[in-house]
């Protein structure tokens, strides 16, 4: 984390010499909030590409946190941005959002505007209305920050006074946005050079679960206990994220899945011999389980007990329990196998321990209604972990 908030620190700090030029109009004031917009923008788009923040910390729940709060921050730089501009140019509501393309400087003020419309309809989705939409129209919703972000590089390129009047800044700038064009190509080009894997088998562990084993076509991937990949089947098709429930010395990798979509349903026609894609390893959802200083419960909803699967096989002992609530006996699979290892410590009741970690996953919902029913019972939110899927 360290690393990543130094990489920040001197990503903002040449920007902070503008703060000590004298006689600032409010011109310039509403340039500074759209710099500094520009810039939480900039970090948000980088922590929210999994292949990228993954390399700039492993703690997963702390660029999670980071970027949840850089949201917070971003609106309000943004929204003020515009509301300065025009106290500062005179002008009434409408020039927020009329737009005008038969100039250059109209132009680029054009660019802000869509931008805005944009940064909207994405602050809408993940705060007033996140708990209207499902998470994959939300995810949908947040591709928009590519070109928001795009757009709000170009608007204060072409009437960013303190860009125009500083070439060390422009050249800065014009850097920042070299650098997003590449993180965001190369958050695209994944697909691309994802792991090839063959299909070697199936089984049906339950009426809705099957379990597929893959070998790897190459060099395999190394997933550590509680991690998950993105399976594929195709370079260019949409990858879903599967936890690992074992994973092999020769890189075979297993994965056990619920049919809940189109997607599981068509990956459960699929033949031995087929070839998949799978990008990962990503997630440190279960690493601090392992630590036999203190306390581990496991709480896993249904299909969600799929992360904690290879964490107990190799990592059980006195301090971890595993809580598993499902709601029909098909989606009780690994019982047998967990109880023989867990013994007492496997149960379908959450106990209190005020001095646990907690690490719960499931659907949002379970998630959610968990979280609630620990915090409302006294345990601190810092001492919940969570992980979940979309039904």
């Given at each position: 984390m360290t690393r990543l908030l130094v990489l920040m620190a001197l990503t903002v700090l040449p920007f902070t010499s503008l703060l000590a030029r004298p006689g600032l109009t409010a011109g310039d004031w509403a340039n500074l909030t759209g710099l500094a917009g520009g810039l939480v923008l900039w970090w948000q788009v980088v922590l929210g590409i999994r292949q990228v923040s993954e390399r700039l910390c492993r703690d997963?729940?702390?660029?999670?946190?980071?970027?949840?709060?850089?949201?917070?921050?971003?609106?309000?730089?943004?929204?003020?941005?515009?509301?300065?501009?025009?106290?500062a140019a005179h002008q009434e509501l409408p020039y927020l959002v009329v737009w005008d393309f038969t100039w250059v400087e109209s132009t680029y003020t054009s660019y802000g505007r869509i931008a805005l419309l944009l940064f909207l309809a994405l602050w809408l989705t993940s705060t007033l209305l996140r708990a209207a939409v499902r998470h994959r129209v939300w995810r949908f919703v947040h591709y928009v920050s590519y070109p928001l972000a795009g757009l709000v590089f170009l608007h204060a390129w072409g009437i960013g006074s303190f860009l125009l009047d500083t070439p060390w800044l422009r050249a800065l700038w014009l850097g920042l946005a070299g650098g997003l064009a590449a993180v965001v190509a190369w958050r695209l080009a994944v697909p691309v050079w994802s792991r090839r894997y063959r299909l070697t088998g199936k089984a049906e562990l339950s009426p809705t679960v099957t379990r597929y084993t893959l070998q790897p076509l190459g060099r395999p991937l190394r997933p550590a206990p509680g991690q998950f990949c993105y399976l594929r089947l195709g370079p260019l098709s949409r990858g879903h994220p599967f936890?690992?429930?074992?994973?092999?010395?020769?890189?075979?990798?297993?994965?056990?899945?619920?049919?809940?979509?189109?997607?599981?349903?068509?990956l459960r026609t699929l033949a031995p011999g087929a070839v998949l894609r799978l990008d990962g390893p990503y997630g440190t959802f279960t690493r601090q389980a392992r630590d036999p200083g203190r306390p581990a419960v496991l709480v896993a909803g249904g299909i969600g007990v799929t992360p904690f699967v290879d964490l107990v096989r190799r990592h059980a002992g006195p301090h971890m329990s595993l809580t598993h609530?499902?709601?029909?006996?098909?989606?009780?699979?690994?019982?047998?196998?967990?109880?023989?290892?867990?013994?007492?410590?496997?149960?379908?009741?959450?106990?209190?321990?005020?001095?646990?970690?907690?690490?719960?996953?499931?659907?949002?919902?379970?998630?959610?209604?968990?979280?609630?029913?620990?915090?409302?019972?006294?345990?601190?939110?810092d001492q919940v972990f969570t992980e979940h899927f979309d039904c």
């Open positions: 997963r729940l702390a660029v999670v946190t980071l970027h949840r709060w850089l949201g917070g921050c971003g609106a309000f730089f943004v929204l003020l941005h515009p509301l300065l501009e025009m106290i936890s690992v429930v074992a994973s092999g010395d020769d890189g075979t990798l297993t994965f056990a899945v619920k049919r809940a979509g189109r997607f599981t349903e068509r609530i499902v709601s029909s006996p098909a989606e009780a699979v690994f019982r047998d196998e967990l109880r023989a290892r867990l013994g007492s410590r496997y149960t379908d009741r959450l106990p209190l321990d005020r001095g646990a970690r907690y690490f719960v996953c499931g659907s949002p919902g379970f998630v959610r209604s968990t979280v609630r029913g620990l915090q409302d019972r006294g345990v601190a939110r």
